[in-house]
C-alpha cells in the first residue's frame, strides 16, 4: 500500500497531485505575534491556499533554525508561550480540516512525555510531527507512540545523507518526507538551490510517499521551481518574515499572509513562470 | 575499552540511557565521517605519536604532580595538584585541540570552528590553528565577549575571526548553537573543534580520548611519588572535559573515590547556578541526552556562575552515566566557595588557579573532612590570569596600599 494514502496529510498531497500540482506546506511558530494571532494568521494561510499546516514548537535552542524564525520563537518564549499553547494552535487550525503536523525540536516533546505528546497532539487533532533533530535511529519511542495512533512521522533528508541513510529514514516515514533543499538554516534566499532536485530523485528511488522540500521559498517564482520537481513545497521563514515586517498592524499581517499565500499557491500550480 | 564507554551509537549505560545522537540528519553524514576518520587515526602509530609529539613539545604535557604541602596542612589531608594550569595557553583544552586539529589535517579540511563561553576554548582553538595554518572561527555569546575583551583579543592576535552571537541568552549555548549552524552549511570544508565532552556522538568519546592523559598520567605520576592511588580524585565539571579526563585513568580503581564539582552559583537553592547533574533533570540538549536545567516545558533554563568556562547548563553525558551508576558524585560548590579557595590557594601555595578550578580546590577541601588524613587528587585544571578582573572586584583588590585579607573566610595561613 502507498503509505502516503493512510493519513490526512497524504490525502492532501494525493489531492494536490490529482490537481497536477505541488502541495502548499505553511509554517509559522505557534504563539507569534500571541497565540490568537498565530492562529489568525495560520487560518488565513489555510483560506488562502495551503494544503498541509505546520506548527513550529517555539524553543531555546533552535539549531536548525536562520535568524527570522529563531527571532519570531524568541518573542513567543518571551510572550510565555507554552507546549499546551501549541497544541490549542494545531486544535484551532486542524478544525478547519486541514492537515496540521508540529514541527518541534526533541527535547520539549521527551519533557512533556512522549506517550502524553502524542496522545495530546491526537486529541487536538493534529496530523503529525516533524522532527528536525530527531532521525529515526533514535527515535524508537516516538516511532512507537505515532503508530499506536496513526500519526504522521516526518523525518528529514538532506543533500549530504547516504542512499542508506534516505532509504532508512524514508521508511520510518508516514504523511510525507522532508527533503532540506541546502546545506544551511532555514531562511529566504534569493535563489533555490541545486542541491534539490537530485535529492528528491534519490528520495524518490527509496519510496512512494510524497516528497517535500523546504528551506529557502519566499516567493511564486520559487515555489513554481521547486513544485517543478518536488511534490510538496515548505515555506516557513518568508510566512514569518511578512508578520514581523507587520508587527505593528496585525490587520496588514493577515493581509499580507494571504496575499503571499496566494502567489505561492499560484506557483506550485505553476501559474507563475520566471 | 571501560564499562564506562560509550556503545558504537554513543550510548553511555545502554541504549537510550545517556548519550546518543540528537541532530539533523544535515549533520549525520558529518558526524559519521568524523567517527570513521578519529577511530582510524585512534590506531595509526603515526597519528598517535604527532598527537604526542605535540603535547610534549609544543603544549608542555606532561604536567606535573604536585604535592601542595601547604594546602595540605591546611586541609587536613594530602592534596595532590595535577598542574593543567601550566600547559601551553594555561588549561587542559589544549589536549583536545591538538588532537581535534591534527585530525582535521588528517581528514584533509582547511577551516576550524569553534565555540567559547570564557574564551579559553576559543584561545586553544584559535591557537592550534595557527599552529597547524587552519583557518579559524570562533563564535562567542556577546554577553561573554564583552565579559571577556582580554581573550577575544587574544584570538584576533592568533588570526582567528571572532563572531559575536545576538541570538538567545547571547552566551555559550547560544555560541554552539550558531556554530552548529555554521557546520551544516560549511561541513564540506569545515570541522567543528567542540570544546568539551559533551554534545553528539563522537564527541563526548572523541574528546576523551584526546584529554583522557589528564587521568593516566595523574594516575602514573600519583603512583610513582607516592606508591599508592589516591584514595580520592576531583575535579570542576561545566561541559566536563578536564574532569572526565581526569576520571577516565580512575574507573576501573574502584578503591578510587570520585568526585565532580558542579557550579554552584548563588547557591543551588536560589536558581542562580549551574549544578547541573545536581540540581537538573534528564533531557536533550545540543545533541545528547544528558542532564540540563530545563523548566517543565523543556525549555532550557540560563545558568549562573561566577565562571563563565563552568556557566553550561548541561553536562557531558557520560558524568550523567557515572552520576546514575553511582561511580562518581556530583556535589555543587558556590561562587563564594570557588573564590575563597581560589585565594587560599594563592596564599599557601603561591598559584593562581582559574576560578573553574577554584572549584575543584574548594570541593576537595571539603572531601578532606570527610577523608581526614588521605590523599586527594585534584585536577587543577587551568590558571586564573584570564580570572584577574573577576578577582579584582570580587575582592575588591587593584588598589596599593596596607595589606588586607580578601573577603570571606579560609584565607589564614
Redesign the interface.
Known amino acids: 500500500m502507498s503509505a502516503g494514502a493512510s493519513t490526512t496529510t497524504g490525502r492532501a498531497f494525493e489531492k494536490a497531485r490529482a490537481q497536477g500540482r505541488a502541495a502548499l506546506v505553511g509554517y509559522l511558530p505557534a504563539g507569534f505575534p500571541d497565540v490568537d494571532g498565530g492562529i489568525a494568521a495560520l487560518r488565513a494561510m489555510v483560506d488562502a491556499g495551503c494544503d498541509v499546516i505546520e506548527v513550529g514548537l517555539p524553543?531555546?535552542?533552535?539549531?536548525?533554525d536562520?535568524?527570522t524564525i529563531?527571532d519570531a520563537a524568541?518573542r513567543a518564549?518571551e510572550g510565555g508561550v507554552?507546549?499546551a499553547d501549541v497544541l490549542r494552535t494545531v486544535e484551532a487550525v486542524a478544525a478547519t480540516g486541514t492537515p496540521t503536523l508540529v514541527m518541534t525540536y526533541?527535547?520539549?516533546?521527551?519533557?512533556?512525555g512522549v506517550e502524553r505528546f502524542a496522545q495530546d497532539l491526537y486529541d487536538a487533532g493534529g496530523a503529525g510531527l516533524i522532527t528536525?533533530?530527531?532521525?529515526p535511529?533514535?527515535a524508537?519511542e516516538w516511532i512507537a507512540a505515532a503508530d499506536a495512533r496513526g500519526l504522521d512521522k516526518v523525518?528529514?533528508?538532506?543533500?549530504?545523507?547516504?542512499d542508506e541513510?534516505i532509504a532508512m529514514?524514508t521508511a520510518a516515514c508516514r504523511g510525507f518526507v522532508y527533503a532540506?533543499a541546502?546545506?544551511?538554516?532555514t531562511g529566504a534566499r534569493t535563489t533555490t538551490s541545486d542541491l534539490a532536485g537530485p535529492l528528491v530523485a534519490r528520495t524518490r528511488a527509496t519510496t512512494t510517499l510524497p516528497v517535500g522540500v523546504g528551506l529557502g521559498v519566499s516567493n511564486g517564482v520559487q515555489a513554481a521551481e521547486v513544485a517543478s520537481y518536488a511534490d510538496g513545497v515548505i515555506v516557513g521563514s518568508a510566512f514569518v518574515r511578512v508578520l514581523l515586517d507587520n508587527a505593528d498592524d496585525r490587520a496588514a499581517g493577515l493581509a499580507a499572509i494571504s496575499a503571499l499565500t496566494a502567489d505561492l499557491a499560484q506557483g506550485v500550480a505553476g501559474g507563475v513562470r520566471a | 575499552m571501560s564499562a564506562y564507554d560509550a556503545d558504537e551509537f554513543g550510548w553511555f549505560g545502554g541504549p537510550g540511557a545517556f548519550g546518543g545522537r540528537f541532530m539533523p540528519e544535515a549533520l549525520i553524514a558529518a558526524l559519521d565521517e568524523l567517527d570513521a576518520a578519529w577511530q582510524k587515526a585512534m590506531v595509526d602509530p603515526t597519528f598517535v605519536h604527532q598527537f604526542e609529539q605535540l603535547l610534549q613539545n609544543y603544549a608542555g604535557v606532561p604536567s606535573m604532580l604536585y604535592d601542595a604541602h601547604r594546602l595540605s596542612e591546611h586541609a587536613g589531608a594530602r592534596i595532590l595538584l595535577k598542574r593543567e594550569d601550566l600547559n601551553h595557553t594555561g588549561a587542559h583544552k589544549i589536549r583536545n585541540v591538538l588532537g581535534q586539529a591534527l585530525l582535521t589535517k588528517r581528514m584533509g579540511k582547511t577551516r576550524v570552528i569553534a565555540e567559547t563561553g570564557a574564551g579559553q576554548h576559543g584561545v586553544a582553538s584559535a591557537t592550534a590553528a595557527a599552529y597547524l595554518g587552519l583557518d579559524c572561527t570562533v563564535y562567542m555569546g556577546e554577553v561573554d565577549t564583552e565579559r571577556q575583551a582580554l581573550n577575544v583579543a587574544r584570538m584576533q592576535l592568533l588570526g582567528a575571526e571572532v563572531i559575536p552571537v545576538r541570538s538567545g541568552s547571547r552566551t555559550l549555548k547560544d555560541a554552539i548553537n550558531e556554530a552548529l549552524r555554521d557546520w551544516v552549511a560549511t561541513v564540506d570544508h569545515t570541522a567543528y573543534l567542540f570544546g568539551t565532552a559533551a554534545g553528539p556522538h563522537p564527541f563526548p568519546s572523541l574528546v576523551l580520548s584526546f584529554v583522557r592523559g589528564i587521568g593516566d598520567e595523574a594516575r602514573r605520576q600519583c603512583l610513582d611519588q607516592t606508591g599508592r592511588l589516591p584514595d580520592a580524585i576531583a575535579a570542576c565539571v561545566g561541559g566536563g572535559s578536564n574532569a572526565i579526563g581526569l576520571f577516565a585513568g580512575f574507573l576501573d580503581d574502584p578503591e578510587v573515590a570520585i568526585y565532580g564539582f558542579e557550579p554552584g552559583g548563588d547557591g543551588v537553592e536560589t536558581g542562580r547556578h549551574a549544578a547541573t547533574i545536581f540540581a537538573g533533570s534528564i533531557g536533550v540538549l545540543h545533541g545528547a541526552r544528558t542532564y540540563v536545567l530545563q523548566d517543565e516545558d523543556g525549555q532550557t533554563i540560563e545558568s549562573h556562575s561566577i565562571s563563565a568556562g563552568l556557566d553550561y547548563p548541561g553536562v557531558g553525558p557520560q558524568h550523567a552515566h557515572l552520576s546514575a551508576a553511582g561511580r562518581a558524585s556530583y556535589r555543587p560548590v558556590t561562587d563564594a566557595q570557588a573564590m575563597d579557595a581560589m585565594a587560599l590557594l594563592a596564599r599557601t601555595e603561591g598559584i593562581i588557579p582559574a576560578i573553574e578550578s577554584a572549584h575543584a580546590v574548594a570541593g576537595a577541601l571539603d572531601v578532606a573532612k570527610e577523608r581526614p588524613g588521605e590523599t586527594i587528587l585534584v585536577n587543577l585544571s587551568g590558571r586564573g590570569d584570564k580570572d584577574m578582573d573577576t578577582a579584582l572586584a570580587y575582592f575588591g583588590l587593584g588598589k596599593a596600599g596596607p595589606a588586607d585579607p580578601p573577603a570571606g573566610e579560609g584565607v589564614e595561613g
Open positions: 524553543y531555546s535552542d533552535p539549531v536548525m536562520g535568524p529563531q524568541q518564549l507554552r507546549t526533541w527535547n520539549p516533546v521527551e519533557r512533556y528536525p533533530d530527531l532521525t535511529d533514535f524508537p523525518f528529514l533528508v538532506a543533500p549530504s545523507s547516504t541513510r529514514t532540506t541546502v546545506m544551511g538554516v
